[in-house]
């Protein structure tokens, strides 16, 4: 009895410990976003400087700067107020305000996540990151975006749900929680809290995890992540992404339409996207008539996607200026400083179909459980798979999880996010040439039906003066049934 006593204090303590490593880490993710104003102030103050080291002569022909300087940092409280807003509907799934001293030695590593251009010295991380081994909380979690310088969301619409322990937290990962949000239909009320997560934890009912005794000093590199989010929003819900979801979630909605015609209400298909960022490929998915479920790993890109998903009570209703942290390759002032409104569609009106959600947590870790074998009829892959440190576990639990005959559709290229791990000769990182990889597919029972390329941009500003373009690989994979791989020649 000592013995098990023993082991199960042991446990008790193991968890509180590892609860504590996910607090430290949310509350550097929520310091970043509350660091965001500052942060951006210290940019403009050092244009100020810059202008004031002007002779007088150069400072006449240039008298505008000083007030679009001004209009920068009203920009900057528009996007704080945008900011703000979010972390003010954000319920956390813990309880913030308890004592973290016992993780106070613990290092919390950054990874990169790059997806920019390697002769662009400002490109910085871009599509979603999913960092295998850890949960969204235990490690600092990487936003997106592609140009310069990866919770559960859900309509109104929809049952909500959520994975974001670790496997000490929870008995089995058997992919996501319930949140306790549903819709009526019948008498368009809304049932439940969407803030009551059921994972055991005890939420902060207020948000005194939001004072300021409560901040972390967090890196520079952790706003980015907020900046790259705002520009992430554009892409995923701005009237002006439309070209850019028209290049890369067109093809894949595309696709799905013609390989799925016969859909029905009473029997809908099921389609899993993992690395769903901000969730609009999820829900055009979810609109087309599948049962759609977004996997996202960032709480930065979480946080942000549960807030249009779950808090948006109009199209339009949030302004944003997501382009002026880039003094570089604008045609103009107005260009840079110009606002963008969102979402461009109310998401809880946009006819999605009943099912859809969002699931927070490591690909790897929540789709390895058995409960996910042979369940999905597609999977969805769009600038995801190089985010894997091993990406032949990647292809090889999106085998597992399809059922037979099921497809595998994938757009976006081959930057490894894992690749320049600079003095951490520990990070692993696999990466495989294009060729490597379908043939890594074909050894896992998929049989390529398309294949092209096509050129995208990811998070680009459409009126800069530089552009980064990929030549993504497109493919139409399908998973070879039982009988086709005992009849396919050895």
Known sequence: MSGLKDEDEERRRQRKLEE??????????????????????????????????????????????????????????????????????????????????????????????????????????CHPSSTSGRSCFSKSNQACCEEESNLCNSPRGVIANKEVENE??????????????????????????????????????????????????????????????????????????????DQCYKPVLEELDSLFPNRSEESPRACLVPGAGLGRLALEISRLGF??????????????????????????????????????NSLSDSDQLRAVSIPDIHPASAGIT??????GGDFVEVYSDPSQVGIWDAVVTCFFIDTAHNIVEYIEIISKILKDGGVWINIGPLLYHFAEMYG?????????????????????????????????TYTTNPRAMMQNRYFAAFWTARKKSAVDK?????
């Open 20 to 125: 504590a490593l996910e607090v430290k880490s949310l509350r550097r993710i929520i310091s970043a976003n509350l660091n965001y104003p500052d942060a951006a102030d210290a940019d403009v103050k050092r244009c100020e400087r810059s202008f004031k080291k002007l002779p007088p002569a150069h400072k006449a022909l240039l008298s505008h700067y000083p007030f679009k300087l001004q209009k920068l940092r009203r920009c900057i409280s528009v996007n704080s107020y945008f900011i703000f807003s979010m972390l003010q509907a954000f319920e956390p799934p813990l309880d913030m305000s308890q004592d973290i001293d016992c993780c106070e030695n613990s290092h919390l590593e950054d990874a990169p996540n790059d997806h920019g251009s390697s002769g662009a010295q400002d490109a910085c991380a």
């Open 168 to 245: 000490e937290h929870c008995e089995s990962i058997t992919g996501c929680k319930n949140l306790g949000l549903e819709y009526d239909k019948e008498t368009e009320t809304c049932c439940g809290n969407d803030a009551n997560y059921s994972n055991g934890n005890v939420c902060s009912s207020s948000h005194e995890w939001l004072d300021p005794s409560f901040q972390l000093d967090v890196p520079l590199v952790d706003v980015d992540k907020v900046r790259c989010v705002i520009r992430n929003i554009v892409r995923d819900w701005a009237e002006e992404g439309q070209k850019e979801r």
């Open 291 to 328: 049962v759609s479920q977004g996997n996202e790993f960032s709480y930065y890109m979480m946080i942000c996607s549960s807030f249009i998903l779950n808090h948006t009570e109009v199209a339009g209703e949030w302004k944003i200026h997501p382009w002026i942290h880039s003094n570089c």
């Open 354 to 359: 009943e099912g859809f959600s969002m699931c």
């Open 424 to 456: 951490q000769e520990d990070e692993m990182s696999i990466e495989l040439s294009l060729e490597d990889v379908k043939r890594v597919a074909l050894q896992y029972g998929f049989e390529f039906e398309k294949e092209k390329t096509m050129e995208t």
């Open 486 to 490: 005992e009849q396919a020649p050895q």
